[in-house]
């Protein structure tokens, strides 16, 4: 928190100046970073570290500022919604945004963001509880299939529901998915035996294993260096590859020069080993895409995503 | 007791009124709602009975009397405790939207703090206590943007303007 | 690294100073009304990343330790409780304050909530293992019986039954407006984005409890409500008092850590649990709701102990109990600990100095409360007049912060007008803020038990009653029917005793 005498005897006069700040100053005021999530959690973590060492970048005080609620919705459609003046920008799990935008009748669209960077890959993945009979893929496969609706999957989160529902797919079983409000939530159901697998992040590696629960693949396409011991699901012929993004984002018609700033400024972060090794502290694997790679990864991504939505929509919706 | 058959009326409508928004949903989200609902509809019957039963029970001549006074009392309560207050409140909340926090603060403490006053004797609605509202009003506003804008870094509303 | 020189790195300057700070900056947050430990502690949080981890968890957890407490004092004072779980103390503690015994009430309350503290922390640091693995029992059938009983604690507080009954259902309606998390479908939105996110519990306790509160206040005159007296009363005394209610303190500490386990729940239900099982122990001839001791104490040392109990799955399974917890675990994966049963072997360290430095939160709340009573009643000399504009808007920020939502702010307002009108009609707000709380986990936990029962092919019932652990809930929900039923009738013939007599 960048607070001295002058800011404090400035406020009055900063207060009653008009949004009317000219564009190669930028930033002269406080920037937000809206994350649509509560404090504590991935997305959260992201946001924070970056803010840290953007805010010393722009040379710039930059707020955290939480906007939880409807599963990320509430948070997005601010973000979208705000003034594309720099001024307001957004981190938050990508995709989200395109799962609830194909799922729900959202105000916000793909194309009202401005997609700037990303940091991270995080692949989703399937434990098992500690006292369940299967510890590998084929083992709750066979049972899946041998009996159908059985399994009980717990999930959380847009993402979590559309992993749970394509695993079960494209292994072709019928499951049960079963709803928990967040990871927290899901991880203790799981640990107590209360359903059979959880659909979640790679994040909940550690403590899940910690606690005898056993991994049964990460959707991804290949072995994490984090976990180099945990299976993919595609090495063991299940073609599945989902996951978390987590993307720093404007709303869509930022000035050009301001876009260029921020750029710029992500850029020359995204190198620095202090943030990096914060990422690692953290468990989040690390990988920073710019402003062209990032459009393509999720131009890919989408087009994988969009038919697995449509194919389940039902489910999603009505289940 | 009219205020309980009022209570009992409303209950008994508006639960009426949310059932009928539940029936488009899917099953599994209609189930708890209308539970719920049914049970309010049912607490509506029951207050609406129990004040008509009180109410046929006839009053005596000197309870009746303390009973007017009652109600006169509470419809004084509802406007001068609820109503203006409420509206107070209410305004500042656009103003909140429009102006931004601050400013929408300084306007609540200023009438609120007149209000008070004016209430507690309409006498001392003078130049003196314009003054005192308005020095009160901005000091709070100061303490308040220097705690929680410049101290703790809070985001504060800001308004359409601001 | 072994106990003894952990516990010797407890003892040096830094570590106390981060402690006090901590807890003086939660003592703070905690009484502005709107504003809870978890807002201090996700303020705070940025500067923790630059701290040795144990230091900066110690300055996390006394701002827990400490915002559990401040809420008391505004409500003992001016009848606002600056969070839920200060309600009960608001109803004992309040009208204390108008028989002018308001530091006698303060006093009550700071040494329930050092009793309640150490109970919770010593089980926390004694037995988080076993604790972890029970909670973990808990799974939709449990939860479900659970949040039921907390439903039936609602018939113990005094009122019309038909009234609480109301204030109930209008609790549980007003936690299914908005997305539901099960279907993700639209409930009483209206199209309104505002509403799609819920309703949440801070800015209706806001509205209902301290809008309300502050109109009527309006036009009171001075020393009309409250009058300040310098009451003289020695602290030993209000403790011996608090030890002489039998097991009062103790109970309702142990009540506090066992309930504050439960993820979501935890702390409101504990705290109202222990403030209705303290009406129906109580040997006092004070009535409850006008001032009696008894339910500042039992509220206050629940609420304070489940600051130790929340903390077990977090630190045993890496789980967090409570949205306060949550932002503490997000501290430490920060600062790359990974919490789970190998902490205390991986990072004793860190696990060791945090949990026995959590006795010392307890201590700085202790004398920063104790040694600040004199001072925190003053607010009792102020003009009504600048009291309601203050506090206004105050909670109109604390409404806004919560979330960072106007909308919340716009809720905040609204049940602020049903508020006053509730309270002038004698309509009781508590089982509307319980009702609101357990909504949500009755109906979850239920749909999740439907759900799990039809994927096992057996009919609900059967599962909700599998385990031994959900029949001896469902015993418990009888039990507390029972003696909810046996007050009510008691108190109908004392009141009609008192009439004849």
């Avoid at chain 2, 409140?89 to 400013?103: C, P, R, S």
């Avoid at chain 3, 799974?139 to 507080?157: D, H, N, R, T, Y």
């Avoid at chain 3, 729940?265 to 009535?287: C, N, Q």
């Avoid at chain 3, 506090?391 to 960072?404: C, I």
């Amino acid at each position: 928190m960048k607070t001295n005498l002058a800011v404090l005897l400035s406020a009055p006069f900063l207060l009653a100046a008009t949004g009317a700040a000219q564009a190669q100053d930028y930033p002269t005021k406080t920037i937000q970073i809206v994350v649509p999530y509560s404090a504590g959690g991935g997305g959260d973590t992201v946001a924070r570290i970056v803010a840290d060492r953007l805010s010393e970048e722009l040379d710039q005080t930059i707020n955290v500022v939480n906007r939880e609620g409807a599963g990320g919705e509430i948070g997005i459609d601010e973000i979208a919604r705000s003034d594309a003046d720099g001024y307001t920008l957004g981190v938050f799990g990508y995709p989200d945004n395109f799962v609830l935008e194909h799922t729900r009748d959202t105000n916000f669209t793909f194309d009202d963001l401005d997609y700037l960077a990303a940091f991270d890959e995080m692949p989703m993945g399937v434990f098992a509880s500690p006292n369940s009979s299967h510890s590998t893929l084929e083992e709750v496969v066979n049972y899946g299939q041998e009996n159908p609706g059985e399994m009980i999957i717990g999930e959380s989160g847009a993402l979590g529901l559309l992993h749970a529902l394509a695993f079960a797919e494209r292994s072709e079983m019928q499951v049960t998915p079963v709803r928990y409000s967040g990871g927290g939530e899901l991880m203790n159901a799981l640990l107590g035996d209360h359903i059979d697998l959880a659909s979640t992040s790679s994040m909940s590696h550690d403590p899940i294993v910690d606690s005898d629960g056993k991994p049964i693949g990460f959707a991804a396409e290949e072995r994490m260096d984090m976990f180099p011991s945990v299976p993919t699901f595609k090495e063991q012929g299940l073609d599945l590859v989902m996951g978390v993004s987590r993307v720093l984002v404007a709303p869509a018609g930022l000035p050009d020069d301001i876009r260029e700033t921020i750029v710029v400024a992500l850029d020359e972060i995204s190198t620095d080993e202090k943030m990096i090794a914060n990422f690692k502290n953290a468990a989040i694997p690390y990988r920073y895409l710019d402003d062209s790679a990032v459009d393509e990864m999720l131009e890919a991504s989408n087009s994988v995503l969009m038919p697995v939505i449509e194919k389940n929509l039902d489910q999603i919706k009505g289940n | 007791m009219i205020s309980n058959l009022i209570l009992g009326v409303v209950t008994l409508l508006s639960s009426v009124f949310f059932y009928r928004q539940t029936t488009d949903l899917p099953e599994r989200s209609a189930l708890f709602p209308q539970f719920v609902l049914w049970g309010l509809a049912i607490v509506g019957v029951l207050l609406i009975f129990q004040a008509l039963l009180a109410g046929r029970k006839g009053v005596g001549e000197n309870e009746f009397e303390a009973h007017l006074e009652a109600r006169a009392k509470l419809k004084e309560t509802l406007f001068f405790q609820v109503i203006i207050p409420g509206g107070l409140l209410l305004i500042a909340y656009g103003l909140l939207l429009t102006v931004g926090f601050y400013l929408a603060s300084a306007f609540l403490v200023f009438t609120v703090y007149s209000y008070h006053t004016y209430r507690i004797d309409a006498g001392n609605l003078n130049r003196a206590l314009w003054g005192r509202a308005a020095i009160f009003a901005v000091v709070i506003t100061l303490f308040m943007y220097l705690i929680f804008t410049l101290l703790l870094g809070l985001p504060a509303p800001s308004g359409a303007l601001f | 690294m072994d106990i003894v020189s952990i516990l010797l790195n407890l003892l040096t300057p830094s570590v106390f100073l981060v402690v006090f700070a901590g807890v003086l900056v939660g003592i703070v947050v905690g009484a502005i009304p709107g504003l809870n430990g978890a807002i201090g502690i996700s303020l705070l949080l940025p500067l923790t990343f630059t701290m040795e981890p144990q230091i900066g968890l110690l300055l996390l957890g006394g701002i827990y330790m400490g915002g559990m407490y401040g809420g008391s004092i505004t409500a003992i004072l001016i009848n606002v409780p600056g969070d839920v779980v200060a309600a009960p103390v608001a109803m004992e503690g309040y009208p204390l304050t108008k028989q002018g015994r308001s530091k006698e009430a303060l006093y009550y309350s700071i040494f329930s909530s050092m009793f309640g503290g150490f109970i919770g922390v010593l089980i926390l640091i004694l037995f988080t293992p076993p604790l972890a693995r029970f909670a973990l029992q808990f799974g939709p059938a449990e939860m479900f019986f659970v949040s039921l009983s907390g439903l039936i604690i609602v018939g113990a507080l005094s009122g019309s039954i038909l009234k609480a009954a109301f204030a109930v259902l209008l609790g549980l309606f007003i936690s299914t407006v908005g997305v539901d998390l099960i279907t993700g479908s639209e409930r009483f939105t209206f199209d309104s984005i505002g509403l799609r996110a819920g309703i949440s519990v801070v800015p209706v306790v806001l509205g209902l409890f301290c809008f309300a509160e502050m109109f009527l206040n309006i036009g009171k005159k001075p020393g009309e409500q409250v009058q300040y007296r310098d009451q003289k009363i020695a602290r030993m005394t209000v403790i011996k008092d608090i030890l002489r209610q039998r097991f009062l303190v103790w109970k309702s500490g142990l009540i506090g850590t066992l309930v504050g386990l439960l993820p979501g729940v935890g702390t409101t239900l504990a705290v109202f649990m222990s403030y209705g099982d303290a009406k129906r122990v109580s040997r006092r001839d004070i009535p409850f709701e006008q001032g009696n001791p008894d339910g500042i104490i039992a509220a206050e040392s629940a609420n304070n102990a489940t600051v130790g109990s929340s903390m077990v799955p977090l630190l045993a399974l890496g789980v967090p109990g409570s949205p306060t917890s949550a932002i503490i675990a997000g501290a430490l994966v920060i600062h790359g600990i990974v919490l789970g049963p190998s902490l205390f072997v991986n990072r004793p360290d860190v696990a060791f100095t945090f949990l026995y430095g959590m006795l010392l939160t307890v201590v700085a709340m202790t004398i920063i409360g104790a040694v600040g009573i004199k001072y925190f009643s003053y607010i009792l000399k102020i003009k009504m007049e600048y009291i309601v504009p203050t506090v206004l808007v105050f909670a109109l920020f604390g409404a806004y912060s919560l979330r960072n939502s106007l909308f919340d702010v716009f809720i905040a307002i609204v049940l602020g007008i049903a508020g006053a009108i509730f309270k002038k009609i004698q309509v009781p707000l508590a089982p509307i803020i319980i009702g609101l709380v357990l909504g949500g986990l009755i109906e979850t936990n239920l749909a999740r038990a439907m759900r799990i029962a039809g994927a096992r092919n057996m009919p609900l019932w059967e599962y909700l009653l599998a385990t031994p652990l959900s029949k001896g809930l469902v015993a418990l929900v009888v039990i507390m029917l029972l003696v909810v039923i046996r007050m009510r009738h008691k108190e109908k013939v004392a009141a009609k005793e008192a009439k004849n007599g």
